[in-house]
């Protein structure tokens, strides 16, 4: 009997003895809640992160490598493109840089014109390839209100083409055609070969003529309009009339007009190009033919 109550006493204390460490425990992580802020936590998690991230920065990068077929096809795109700059220059027609008009190089390419500050727009004209509005120009002259470069398929600047500013006129054209003689001059002397096209309106003139004993003939004649008459500037207006020069020396040709738009304003155009480059484009293109 006396066994029996012994052991009985032994599981008893043991039995308080472990409620009394499960409660210690309770109480331990009941007292840790109140007393430890989130703010204290966090930071305690900051500096475990801190140790973390020095570990990694004292490990060995591990090397990343991007291939995809989209990747691959990109890259080669890049090389064809690099590729195809590269034979375009070395296919230069002129591989030395000649002086163009407003401090332009022929034969440069696009790349090349923006390097010197030429701002350049896309604009669209029909027959050409390639052209772009450009300002900021090295050598700027205040007769022309717009400048467009040409530059082609090849890449390489033949044509610059110049529309001079609107000018009120008088009837007679009187204004646009003081600008013209001296542009007209200039480039003569610049370079040479000056050779001037009038297309005159025709109009036909009733001529009277005496045949005597009172009698008369009267005939329509027709007569050729002048440069500078007191219509001219309607004539070239409505296109019944055209006037324009040309001048080349072998290596650049321009060609000198003037124009009136539909509200009556009238301009001079100068339109350039290298003959060197054109000839030798035409050239290629035939024996490709």
Same mark, same amino acid.
């Given at each position: 009997?006396?066994?029996?109550?012994?052991?009985?006493?032994?599981?008893?204390?043991?039995?308080?003895?472990?409620?009394?460490?499960?409660?210690?425990?309770?109480?331990?992580?009941?007292?840790?809640?109140?007393?430890?802020?989130?703010?204290?936590?966090?930071?305690?998690?900051?500096?475990?992160?801190?140790?973390?991230?020095?570990? %990694?920065?004292?490990?060995?990068?591990?090397?990343?490598?991007?291939?995809?077929?989209? %990747?691959?096809?990109?890259?080669?795109?890049?090389?064809?493109?690099?590729?195809?700059?590269?034979?375009?220059?070395?296919?230069?027609?002129?591989?030395?840089?000649?002086?163009?008009?407003?401090?332009?190089?022929?034969?440069?390419?696009?790349?090349?014109?923006?390097?010197?500050?030429?701002?350049?727009?896309?604009?669209?004209?029909?027959?050409?390839?390639?052209?772009?509005?450009?300002?900021?120009?090295?050598?700027?002259?205040?007769?022309?209100?717009?400048?467009?470069?040409?530059?082609?398929?090849?890449?390489?600047?033949?044509?610059?083409?110049?529309?001079?500013?609107?000018?009120?006129?008088?009837?007679?054209?009187?204004?646009?055609?003081?600008?013209?003689?001296?542009?007209?001059?200039?480039?003569?002397?610049?370079?040479?070969?000056?050779?001037?096209?009038?297309?005159?309106?025709?109009?036909?003139?009733?001529?009277?003529?005496?045949?005597?004993?009172?009698?008369?003939?009267?005939?329509?004649?027709?007569?050729?309009?002048?440069?500078?008459?007191?219509?001219?500037?309607?004539?070239?207006?409505?296109?019944?009339?055209?006037?324009?020069?040309?001048?080349?020396?072998?290596?650049?040709?321009?060609?000198?007009?003037?124009?009136?738009?539909?509200?009556?304003?009238?301009?001079?155009?100068?339109?350039?190009?290298? %003959?060197?480059?054109?000839?030798?484009?035409?050239?290629?293109?035939?024996?490709? %033919?």
């Amino acid at each position: 009997m006396k066994k029996g109550l012994w052991a009985i006493g032994l599981f008893a204390l043991a039995a308080i003895f472990r409620f009394t460490a499960s409660s210690a425990q309770t109480s331990d992580n009941f007292y840790d809640s109140l007393l430890i802020s989130d703010e204290i936590k966090t930071e305690e998690n900051a500096e475990q992160a801190k140790q973390n991230a020095g570990r %990694l920065l004292n490990s060995k990068p591990t090397e990343i490598k991007i291939d995809s077929p989209l %990747l691959r096809s990109h890259q080669k795109k890049l090389q064809k493109i690099q590729k195809s700059q590269k034979l375009k220059s070395q296919n230069k027609v002129l591989k030395t840089p000649e002086p163009a008009p407003f401090g332009l190089n022929w034969g440069a390419t696009y790349d090349e014109v923006q390097k010197d500050g030429v701002t350049l727009t896309p604009t669209g004209q029909k027959d050409y390839v390639n052209n772009f509005t450009a300002t900021h120009l090295p050598k700027r002259v205040s007769t022309f209100r717009e400048i467009i470069l040409t530059f082609g398929i090849e890449n390489e600047l033949w044509r610059i083409i110049a529309y001079g500013n609107f000018i009120d006129d008088t009837p007679s054209a009187e204004k646009v055609l003081e600008i013209y003689n001296r542009y007209y001059h200039l480039l003569e002397q610049k370079y040479g070969n000056a050779q001037q096209f009038y297309t005159p309106k025709v109009i036909n003139v009733d001529r009277v003529t005496d045949l005597g004993n009172s009698k008369t003939k009267t005939e329509s004649i027709p007569q050729e309009q002048v440069i500078g008459n007191p219509d001219f500037l309607q004539e070239l207006q409505n296109g019944e009339a055209f006037l324009y020069a040309t001048f080349e020396n072998g290596k650049v040709g321009a060609a000198l007009s003037v124009s009136v738009d539909g509200r009556g304003q009238s301009y001079i155009t100068i339109e350039y190009k290298n %003959l060197t480059i054109m000839q030798a484009r035409e050239k290629s293109t035939l024996d490709a %033919l």
